[in-house]
């Protein structure tokens, strides 16, 4: 069998890869881009039925095409697949699907890499991993499968109706975490919700989308998150129109909240006492946001309408105040847990030197420790933006630039060879 060469292999076809391949075409390098089932399958098949993105329309997608949908709207699943499927005819991004990338691997004594895949192999100079953060779903070992629970990561979640009947616990606070348990309870379900650190945002503040203030307060280029914080979820939904989180009202609509979950035993788990911490750390977070959005409106002389109201928190729920430490899963009718407990990384088909000890890429900016490997679509790969849709089509752009400047070294490293070896220089 023949062997494919390109100049650069993208393996992922969901948002980071589509971007990737934008900015290569621009540039004129010839890539590849290989998805192992179709574009944007994650969006597709990875989330719950009723899910909308968590920023508006207007502000959550590439410089160069609108959503077909109300600026404001929060789009739907689907129609976010549908906005990359169309994106990528739009740029003609030499995507193929249905192929997986099984291994890479350096090629021996020459520049560039052997990459497997299922229907052959392709020699390239360059591989960016575009196959983003959530690549292996994460469900602590806590409960044991002979506990005869129903238990499912987040992203198996899909509706109600596919739920076994019995109350269901879900752990996470994340804008996943939150919006599963109220859609539970909205369904009748008696539902508890184990909440650990968390940011929370207002959904809008005096007219304008948090994603808005985000960025007039200069918060989306943030370079690093603050110490500590790395894996803190942030919870904010655009159900319904898009609303503000708020664990009050979630606990005064029935659902039972619990601090984060540490362990179990004899048919009982067991909860810490850090709930009121929890909710106080998001509050603070919510109303730390609300007085720079003042002070921005104040300094710049904006006519936005003021909201005193919105810095007024109710009383702290009673499962706050006074936390339930044990739940006996049997006597409170547990029949289901679901774990909104995030993602790992995979990526053992790279046999490269570009991993640390938990199997993390080592990078500055999406460039590899080894030359010729790059990343795309890390949490915090740049700035706090690089999650979203805008994001990485900013660390793309990144990334590709660092892809031709590496080129043009070696257009010079050839040339400078082939005068070398010409005969005037052998004559000189």
Avoid at 26 to 54: F, M, Q, Y
Avoid at 101 to 112: A, C, I, S
Avoid at 114 to 125: D, H, K, N, P, Q
Avoid at 220 to 238: C, D, F, K, L, R
Wanted: with cysteine.
């Amino acid at each position: 069998m023949s062997i494919e060469r390109v100049d650069t292999l993208v393996v992922g076809a969901g948002q980071a890869g589509v971007a990737m391949s934008e900015h290569l075409g621009r540039a004129g390098v010839s890539h590849l881009v290989l998805e192992r089932s179709r574009i944007a399958e994650d969006w597709r098949t990875k989330r719950w039925d009723s899910l909308v993105a968590n920023g508006p329309a207007w502000h959550d997608r590439f410089p160069g095409m609108e959503f077909r949908a109300d600026p404001d709207a929060f789009v739907t699943k689907d129609g976010v697949a549908e906005y990359l499927s169309d994106y990528a005819a739009m740029i003609n991004a030499p995507i193929r699907t249905g192929v997986d990338v099984t291994k890479v691997e350096r090629l021996e004594g020459r520049q560039g890499f052997r990459i497997e895949t299922s229907e052959g192999v392709v020699e390239a100079l360059n591989v960016v991993a575009a196959t983003g953060p959530f690549q292996t779903a994460v469900i602590p070992p806590v409960v044991p499968e002979e506990a005869g629970l129903t238990q499912i990561h987040s992203s198996q979640y899909r509706n109600p109706a596919d739920l076994p009947e019995g109350g269901i616990l879900v752990v996470g606070a994340g804008s996943s975490g939150v919006q599963i348990a109220d859609e539970l309870n909205r369904a009748g379900r008696k539902v508890y919700l184990s909440v650990g650190p968390h940011d929370r945002p207002p959904r809008a503040y005096r007219g304008r989308d948090f994603v808005w203030w985000l960025g007039v307060l200069g918060l989306w280029n943030m370079e690093a998150p603050a110490p500590g914080t790395e894996h803190v979820t942030i919870a904010v939904s655009g159900a319904r129109g898009g609303e503000t989180i708020d664990f009050r009202n979630l606990a005064a609509q029935g659902i039972t909240l619990l601090g984060r979950t540490e362990g179990f035993a004899a048919g009982k788990l067991s909860f810490a006492a850090d709930l009121r911490r929890n909710i106080e750390g998001g509050d603070d977070n919510y109303l730390k946001l609300l007085r720079a959005a003042d002070a921005y409106v104040a300094e710049n002389g904006l006519d936005l309408p003021e909201e005193p109201e919105a810095h007024l928190l109710g009383e702290l729920p009673q499962d706050a105040v006074d936390p339930t430490l044990s739940v006996d899963l049997a006597e409170a009718g547990i029949t289901t847990i679901i774990w909104a407990t995030g993602f790992g990384v995979d990526y053992t088909w790279m046999k490269v030197d570009c991993f640390d000890d938990n199997g993390r890429p080592i990078h500055q900016r999406g460039v590899g420790k080894v030359p010729g490997i790059f990343f795309l679509g890390l949490p915090w790969q740049s700035r706090r933006g690089s999650s979203f849709i805008w994001g990485v089509w900013h660390d793309a752009k990144h990334v590709a630039d660092q892809i031709t400047t590496q080129a043009k070294y070696m257009e010079y490293h050839a040339e400078a060879e082939a005068d070398h070896d010409s005969p005037a220089a052998a004559t000189a």
